[in-house]
């Protein structure tokens, strides 16, 4: 009886393995895995799943083609054991023809955006020839400039890893930023005396903070998305622009504060450093020659009281902002 059960379990796993592993099979199992691993990455990149996700935006993509093919050759498995040959002939026709639709589609858009790239390289290539190669904006202040709006913060372009920054106007938010067509663009190159000189800059640029010896380059942040981040490119001329949020640093009004050298407090200004963040709070009565900022909390900041030999003497309170209104001035390099 042992060895009669024993030999129908062998003819059981026989007749399996013949079922699933003849050629016409084998082969369904090839285009399950190919067409539905494509339509996974498709389906994440049709519903924004991988979005401003940053770097793991491509394994999000990739994993939700392995889940799509792993499926689908379950499916495959469950077919190929149920089903004569002739059928799994003709799924492999129609899995065939979905493969050949999909890659003529990736093949267009791939097509597509390589012109688009293209395109937007002829635009730096054009305005690169039209200016002088020592085309140099001036030294925008340095220290801020109190009473224009305050926005959310900055942000800092990446210069040391990219040679180019991309200026977009009206963007589509429902593409990524590749496809979308830049307006205009700021050319860098890598140089040996500094990490990277300016090339080309737009003629109506001008950033919040620059002096690009000193690393200094800031744009206001008005406003920020998934993929793109709005700036003011000029303050004066009440001019925006939008940028790639990931070609640069976003730096908050904390942050920001936080990485200068000093602060003050506005000339003419009536407020008092205090003991506490509070309105009616002592106040410090020492003699000192600038204020660094160590911490903040909501308005108020916390501020270190320096002499000219950079002895701490102290620290204390001040409100940085009401508001929308900045109450203090900064400087980044003293």
């Given amino acids: 009886m042992y060895f009669y059960h024993l030999r129908i379990f062998f003819q059981l796993i026989e007749h399996i393995m013949k079922q699933l592993f003849q050629p016409p099979s084998l082969i369904l199992y090839l285009m399950a895995i190919l067409v539905f691993d494509i339509l996974g990455m498709a389906f994440a990149a049709i519903t924004g799943a991988a979005k401003g996700q940053g770097l793991a935006g491509g394994a999000i993509v990739f994993m939700y083609g392995v889940y799509a093919a792993i499926a689908a050759l379950i499916t495959a498995l469950i077919f190929c054991y149920h089903a004569d040959p002739v059928r799994i002939k003709k799924a492999n026709r129609i899995l065939a023809i979905v493969l050949v639709l999909l890659i003529a589609a ?25 200016v002088t190669a020592n085309y140099i904006i001036k030294d925008a202040p340095i220290k801020d400039e109190p ?48 990490n990277y000189d300016l090339v080309y800059a737009p003629p109506w640029l001008l950033p919040e903070h620059y002096k690009l010896d000193y690393d200094i380059f800031y744009l206001k ?21 939008f940028l790639d949020r ?75 902002k009401d508001d929308n209104k900045l109450l203090i001035s900064y400087s980044l390099l003293s």
Avoid at 112 to 121: G, L
Avoid at 164 to 182: I, R, S
Avoid at 221 to 228: A, P, R, Y
């Fill in 106 to 130: 990736i093949s267009v858009r791939i097509f597509f955006m390589k012109d688009s790239n293209e395109n937007s390289s002829k635009l730096i290539d054009q305005e690169t020839k039209i």
């Fill in 246 to 320: 990931f070609a640069g640093e976003i730096l908050y009004w904390p942050e920001f504060l936080l990485r200068v050298n000093s602060v003050e407090l506005l000339p003419g200004s009536d407020q008092k450093i205090r003991i506490k963040p509070l309105d009616y709070a002592g106040e410090v009565i020492i003699e000192y020659d600038f204020l660094k900022p160590v911490l903040i909390q909501d308005e108020w900041m916390s501020v270190e009281l320096y002499d000219q030999d950079y002895n701490r003497l102290g620290k204390g309170w001040i409100r940085w």
């Fill in 221 to 241: 942040l008005i406003s920020v998305g998934n993929d793109f981040v709005e700036v003011s490119v000029n303050d004066k001329m009440h001019k925006i622009s």
């Fill in 147 to 194: 009473g224009s709006s305050m926005g959310l913060g900055f942000f800092k372009p990446d210069l040391l890893n990219k040679n180019a920054l991309y200026f977009y106007g009206e963007q589509n938010l429902d593409k990524p930023v590749n496809e979308n067509t830049p307006d205009d663009s700021l050319v860098f190159k890598k140089t040996e005396i500094t």
